[in-house]
T-cell receptor, first 117, second 113 residues
């Protein structure tokens, strides 16, 4: 299995709703990431989990709450979002670059397209 | 600081033309990785290639080729005999000593029949 699977593919939510995005990989990658991508812009890093611990938070508002229940799963809990949070949310995973593995790289999921109304 | 610059915002070509997408990067690290990703309208980021800073060999994969030059901090991507299916946004990206993948602003390629 060489994929990162994201669910749902599309999500419409109201500003008072609570929802969660899910990401799963079974490649044994030790790092998992959430990126946010607005239309016609590059992906922007939100969070990084390394060995199931949060290692990077790019000053993301607290209405976004990441969770890494185990090495294969990454969730993004959403609460009280604003319309400007509407975007494509991408999950990615990668190996440890220090293992010296030649195929080190980032694998992305197909994303969840979120619309906040 | 680390930075990736893709100066070409949009390129339009006619099928069968060759096209080169430019990428210039900045980093003070001696060990780093460079990537190209393709993003079709459906949204997923498709991995095309990875290069580490110690491997300056150019690479060819079918109609795709990459020219990595450390002297000019460039990692350019050429599509030979372009096809309509090549239409997408292409991102160059850099990862250096951190878990962060820094993306350029992307180049939108439109290939017309």
């Amino acid at each position: 299995d060489t994929e990162v699977t994201q669910t749902p593919k599309h999500l419409v939510m109201g500003m008072t709703n609570k929802k969660s995005l899910k990401c799963e990989q079974h490649m044994g990658h030790r790092a998992m990431y959430w990126y946010k991508q607005k239309a016609k812009k590059p992906p922007e890093l939100m969070f990084v989990y390394s060995y199931e611990k949060l290692s990077i938070n790019e000053s993301v508002p607290s209405r976004f709450s990441p969770e890494c229940p185990n090495s294969s799963l990454l969730n993004l809990h959403l609460h009280a979002l604003q319309p400007e949070d509407s975007a494509l949310y991408l999950c990615a995973s990668s190996q440890d670059p220090n293992t010296g593995k030649l195929d080190y790289g980032y694998t992305f999921g197909s994303g969840t397209r979120l619309t906040v109304v | 600081a680390q930075k990736v610059t893709q100066a070409q915002t949009e390129i339009s070509v006619v099928e069968k033309e060759d096209v080169t997408l430019d990428c210039v990067y900045e980093t003070r690290d001696t060990t780093y990785y460079l990537f190209w990703y393709k993003q079709p309208p459906s949204g997923e980021l498709v991995f095309l290639i990875r290069r580490n800073s110690f491997d300056e060999q150019n690479e060819i994969s079918g109609r795709y080729s990459w020219n990595f030059q450390k002297s000019t901090s460039s990692f350019n991507f050429t599509i030979t005999a372009s096809q309509v299916v090549d239409s997408a946004v292409y991102f160059c990206a850099l990862s250096a000593n951190t878990d962060k993948l820094i993306f350029g602003t992307g180049t939108r390629l439109q290939v017309f029949p």
